[in-house]
């Protein structure tokens, strides 16, 4: 039996997983947090730390696997781009395209060459750079770390003594030891999802972005979106253009990006790896997509000759489940209206477990089905209230 190694064995790698057993694989999965749910859908696990390249080309190459695929992480994209050029295997793009991809201050840099919207950006690696950086552009400013993802280490100055706090804080959980310090843009937040096959967009996915306590952790994704159809069009054009210029293998492509009130869309973050919190199901619910198995297909050199565009037909909110303050988790209060349009969900939160942080802290993931676009868009920003967990503070 062919090996497929999974980068990763998060809750949401297991439609990953699950895909990749159903393509007829033996799936090893990895990563440095043993109690990940999704190792227990594998049929082996072997610790791993998927950020570091290295680590991750010297396991596959003992297991002599047949086939890599990313987890929901940028790290995990990364060292499986590594590890395949080293190992001649198909299905990734070269290393040093991957790093233009899911590094931030390179991606800044290629999206200003090639006159991609994003926005205006330094990338830094001391303090000097940042004040350069504060100087010359204009405020409020965002900083974050080049190489971590689920809004981790993100933080907006107003003023140039706010920036160098948040440059002290970003520097220092960067693994790269770099940050971007970049102008705030105003606008909604969405997500963009597309299958890349001969450079060319064969699918595509739009969602509006929902926020939590944190502005910089998305905590729910709701379809079909509302963004213009205009700027959907100029996603799949600047896609494109990427692809063909980057030389991009098949497979997943992703971008958030704001849409300010008047313009194109703004690209803040590109990657080639699914994003996390079971978006992959969103897809699949929404559509009747087999996105997960396209993933993989494409991951594993299998080919996507099969990958054609399925519109939304139904209108859903993948939301997660979520505390309001640190404390004690007591168990759900759900709305009876809302509980009945559940579909689908995965809940892993135990009642007496302990909240530390409030703006991170998950209980599991529900996808919420709505009557229509117009109930959905009143209903997805309140699902935190109408779908709470129950806090005991001290």
Same mark, same amino acid.
């Given at each position: 039996?062919?090996?497929?190694?999974?980068?990763?064995?998060?809750?949401?790698?297991?439609?990953?997983?699950?895909?990749?057993?159903?393509?007829?694989?033996?799936?090893?999965?990895?990563?440095?947090?043993?109690?990940?749910?999704?190792?227990?859908?594998?049929?082996?696990?072997?610790?791993?730390?998927?950020?570091?390249?290295?680590?991750?080309?010297?396991?596959?190459?003992?297991?002599?696997?047949?086939?890599?695929?990313?987890?929901?992480?940028?790290?995990?994209?990364?060292?499986?781009?590594?590890?395949?050029?080293?190992?001649?295997?198909?299905?990734?793009?070269?290393? %040093?395209?991957?790093?233009?991809?899911?590094? @931030?201050? $390179?991606?800044?840099?290629? &999206?200003?060459?090639?006159?991609?919207?994003?926005?205006?950006?330094?990338?830094?690696?001391?303090? @000097?750079?940042?004040?350069? &950086?504060?100087?010359?552009?204009?405020?409020?400013?965002? *900083?974050?770390?080049?190489?971590?993802?689920?809004?981790?280490?993100?933080?907006?100055?107003?003023?140039? @003594?706010?920036?160098?706090?948040?440059?002290? $804080? &970003?520097?220092?959980?960067?693994?790269?030891?770099?940050?971007?310090?970049?102008?705030?843009?105003?606008?909604?937040?969405?997500?963009?999802?597309?299958?890349?096959?001969?450079?060319?967009?064969?699918?595509?996915?739009?969602?509006?972005?929902?926020?939590?306590?944190?502005?910089?952790?998305?905590?729910?994704?709701?379809?079909?979106?509302?963004?213009?159809?205009?700027?959907?069009?100029?996603?799949?054009?600047?896609?494109?253009?990427?692809?063909?210029?980057?030389?991009?293998?098949?497979?997943?492509?992703?971008?958030?990006?704001?849409?300010?009130?008047?313009?194109?869309?703004?690209?803040?973050?590109?990657?080639?790896?699914?994003?996390?919190?079971?978006?992959?199901?969103?897809?699949?619910?929404?559509?009747?997509?087999?996105?997960?198995?396209?993933?993989?297909? &494409? $991951?594993?050199?299998?080919?996507?000759?099969?990958?054609?565009?399925?519109?939304?037909?139904?209108?859903?909110?993948?939301?997660?489940?979520?505390?309001?303050?640190?404390?004690?988790?007591?168990?759900?209060?759900?709305?009876?209206?809302?509980?009945?349009?559940?579909?689908?969900?995965?809940?892993?939160?135990?009642?007496?477990?302990?909240?530390?942080?409030?703006?991170?802290?998950?209980?599991? *993931?529900?996808?919420?089905?709505?009557?229509?676009? %117009?109930?959905?868009?009143?209903?997805?920003?309140?699902?935190?209230?109408?779908?709470?967990?129950?806090?005991?503070?001290?």
């Amino acid at each position: 039996m062919k090996k497929l190694l999974l980068v990763g064995g998060g809750h949401s790698d297991i439609p990953l997983i699950r895909s990749a057993k159903r393509l007829g694989y033996r799936v090893i999965t990895s990563g440095n947090r043993s109690k990940d749910l999704g190792h227990s859908e594998s049929d082996a696990y072997i610790p791993c730390d998927f950020s570091d390249p290295q680590e991750v080309l010297e396991l596959a190459r003992s297991l002599e696997i047949d086939a890599l695929c990313a987890c929901c992480n940028d790290f995990s994209a990364l060292s499986c781009a590594y590890a395949a050029e080293k190992l001649g295997l198909p299905g990734h793009d070269s290393f %040093e395209t991957a790093s233009i991809i899911h590094h @931030k201050d $390179a991606w800044r840099g290629y &999206a200003s060459r090639y006159n991609y919207p994003s926005p205006r950006a330094h990338g830094c690696s001391d303090m @000097k750079e940042v004040e350069r &950086a504060a100087n010359e552009l204009r405020f409020p400013l965002i *900083i974050k770390p080049v190489d971590l993802t689920g809004g981790k280490g993100i933080a907006r100055a107003e003023a140039p @003594k706010d920036a160098l706090a948040c440059a002290e $804080a &970003a520097f220092a959980i960067s693994k790269a030891g770099r940050i971007v310090v970049e102008e705030f843009i105003t606008g909604s937040r969405h997500g963009f999802t597309a299958m890349l096959r001969d450079r060319r967009v064969v699918f595509y996915f739009a969602d509006d972005e929902h926020y939590h306590l944190s502005p910089y952790l998305v905590s729910a994704a709701s379809t079909p979106s509302s963004c213009p159809l205009a700027s959907i069009n100029r996603l799949i054009e600047y896609s494109e253009a990427i692809a063909s210029d980057l030389r991009l293998v098949d497979g997943i492509f992703h971008i958030q990006f704001i849409q300010p009130k008047v313009g194109d869309p703004v690209i803040i973050e590109i990657c080639r790896r699914p994003p996390g919190d079971l978006y992959i199901d969103l897809v699949r619910h929404t559509t009747g997509a087999p996105y997960a198995e396209w993933i993989v297909r &494409a $991951a594993s050199g299998m080919g996507i000759p099969d990958v054609h565009h399925m519109a939304e037909r139904r209108c859903i909110t993948r939301h997660c489940l979520m505390a309001h303050t640190p404390g004690i988790f007591a168990g759900f209060n759900f709305d009876p209206e809302v509980e009945m349009n559940i579909i689908d969900h995965m809940i892993w939160g135990r009642e007496g477990e302990i909240v530390h942080n409030a703006d991170t802290h998950k209980f599991g *993931i529900v996808f919420v089905e709505h009557r229509d676009a %117009e109930h959905m868009r009143e209903q997805a920003p309140n699902l935190q209230t109408l779908l709470s967990a129950r806090i005991l503070t001290q």
